[in-house]
């Protein structure tokens, strides 16, 4: 048994450095070669085929990877709008519904991927490994082949008619003709397969083009499904809100926490909105019984004493103490005389409005700490920090 594998061993180490050298006089031009330039071509036709097929596997699973990192994001999404939409809101079940769809056309679409597109592909790709040890058998015999005629060709020009040439000769030449027929063998078959294998990529990439992308519209289009639902009952939130149904009194209770001064500007066509409307507040005593000195009771008199003492005097010329401070997160530009331009970053000073009356919501009356500069400016265009 020992004996039989180091025979095998012998005889491979054999072919092996005979096909060396081989390849080596080809190299240096030292021998000829047997070409094919047909093969050559489906062989060139054959690595890219493989190549294309192997880099869309790669970008198919990275995708799919891409979607399970996009499901746990759509499932947190999904649970942070749960939470936040309360129960006594309309609509309420559409949110708990929607997070379960989502979940299952996530789902989906990553089975649909693995079962219909990954799946094919791989048993697509396991077919180029036996072609490609195929086609390396096929280059080792085709040495094979150049070697055994340049010994034989070698023999027949040192031919000196003796027995023992003549037997070395015609072993030689059966040698020959056996390499041949292998090599030949091969080389029929792959100018058959490689071929075919080649025309296949056509219906494979048609039947995965269609699975891929019928997965993916689908899921868009049901994700779209959701998304609507969700629009839907947002605008019904926003209509519930507009006629009062939501609000603190009508549900019952009084908020704790502090109310802004809502406006009591009026919208005037033509302006900017900000139009005070205090005329329409003077309106409001009108019926109300009189005081002694004829103020309407509830009315502040804006008499003034004819003598103001130093101390009202000082304190007209006190800079006015600012509530907190906010720094621009983005520039601004004023429209109005009365507004503020900014840049992002800067540091403003919010103050009180001189009359609260005048006070609109989502703006501020604020000091820029870079020239002193007063008027208003829009909140949502700073972040408070003190």
Not at 332 to 342: I, K, N, P
Request: net charge negative; with cysteine.
């Amino acid at each position: 048994m020992s004996d039989m594998k180091t025979l095998n061993l012998t005889s491979l180490v054999t072919k092996k450095t005979r096909r060396a050298k081989a390849r080596l006089m080809q190299n240096f031009g030292k021998a000829d070669k047997t070409t094919d330039e047909l093969i050559e071509v489906y062989q060139q036709n054959f690595n890219r085929q493989q190549s294309t097929a192997l880099n869309l596997q790669k970008h198919v699973k990275h995708y799919v990877y891409c979607l399970k990192e996009l499901h746990e994001a759509s499932k947190g999404l999904s649970q942070c709008l749960v939470d936040m939409h309360e129960r006594e809101w309309p609509k309420h079940d559409v949110y708990e519904n929607n997070a379960y769809e989502l979940d299952h056309i996530n789902d989906d679409l990553e089975e649909k991927l693995k079962e219909s597109v990954l799946v094919p592909l791989e048993q697509y790709l396991g077919q180029f490994g036996e072609m490609r040890e195929k086609i390396a058998k096929r280059g080792r015999k085709l040495v094979d082949y150049d070697s055994q005629r340049h010994t034989f060709e070698a023999l027949q020009q040192h031919q000196t008619g003796k027995q023992n040439d003549e037997s070395k000769l015609s072993k030689s030449r059966d040698q020959l003709e056996e390499a041949k027929r292998v090599y030949e063998t091969l080389n029929n078959e792959l100018h058959d397969e490689l071929p075919a294998l080649y025309d296949n990529r056509l219906p494979f990439i048609i039947t995965v083009f269609q699975r891929l992308f019928s997965s993916k519209l689908a899921y868009h289009n049901e994700s779209a499904s959701v998304q609507k639902v969700y629009l839907e009952s947002v605008e019904q939130l926003a209509k519930a809100t507009e006629r009062g149904n939501l609000s603190s009194a009508a549900s019952g209770y009084q908020s704790s926490a502090p109310t802004k001064v809502q406006s009591t500007t009026t919208s005037v066509p033509g302006t900017d909105g900000k139009q005070s409307a205090s005329t329409n507040s003077n309106s409001a005593f009108k019926n109300q019984p009189q005081n002694s000195n004829g103020t309407h009771l509830g009315e502040h008199v804006t008499n003034l004493p004819a003598e103001a003492s130093p101390d009202d005097a000082a304190s007209d010329n006190k800079p006015p103490v600012y509530l907190h401070k906010v720094r621009a997160t983005y520039k601004y530009l004023a429209e109005d005389e009365d507004e503020l331009s900014f840049e992002a970053g800067e540091i403003i000073q919010v103050i009180e409005y001189e009359d609260p009356l005048e006070q609109e919501e989502g703006w501020l009356m604020g000091i820029k700490e870079s020239n002193g500069q007063k008027g208003l400016f829009p909140a949502n265009f700073t972040k408070e920090i003190s």
